[in-house]
């Protein structure tokens, strides 16, 4: 009797340790029960998450890949667009001075008349008194 009284109390003080026991026990029966199917489950577990890893790896380095031919695409378009502007900016600059020049010479010296007919080749509008 005074044996099952000390084994009682040590049971309430360490009652921690032998749930700790028992689940590991339990934990064991199921993972080795059955040729030892828990652990295979635990591996391929692991195997599918590694894959999943890499195949979002390499589907941010696509991501980042394509981002960065559409920028760079984008970037050469642009300066295609740009000399393209340069060039037509060029050819009107140059067919307003011929035109300028036309003006010039046809007006001969008339400064209302050069005005009058500046303003209307450029867009500026020239007041009288300035034309002296």
């Given at each position: 009797m005074i044996f099952l009284s000390k084994a009682w109390e040590w049971i309430k003080k360490s009652?921690?340790?032998?749930?700790?026991l028992v689940?590991?026990?339990?934990?064991?029966?199921?993972?080795?029960?059955?040729?030892a199917d828990g652990f295979k489950i635990l591996k391929r577990f692991r195997k599918d998450e590694e894959e999943l890893d890499e195949k979002t790896s390499s589907e941010l380095q696509?991501?980042?890949?394509?981002e960065k031919r559409i920028e760079e695409e984008t970037a050469r378009r642009l300066a295609e667009i740009e000399?393209?502007?340069?060039?037509?900016?060029?050819?009107?600059e140059q067919d307003k001075k011929?035109?300028?020049k036309r003006i010039v010479r046809e007006t001969d010296g008339d400064p209302g008349e050069l005005a009058r007919r500046l303003g209307e080749l450029t867009g500026l509008s020239v007041a009288s008194n300035d034309v002296e």
């Open positions: 009652w921690k340790l032998l749930a700790g689940i590991g026990i339990v934990a064991t029966v199921f993972t080795l029960g059955d040729g696509a991501a980042a890949e394509r000399e393209k502007f340069k060039e037509k900016n060029k050819e009107l011929e035109e300028v």
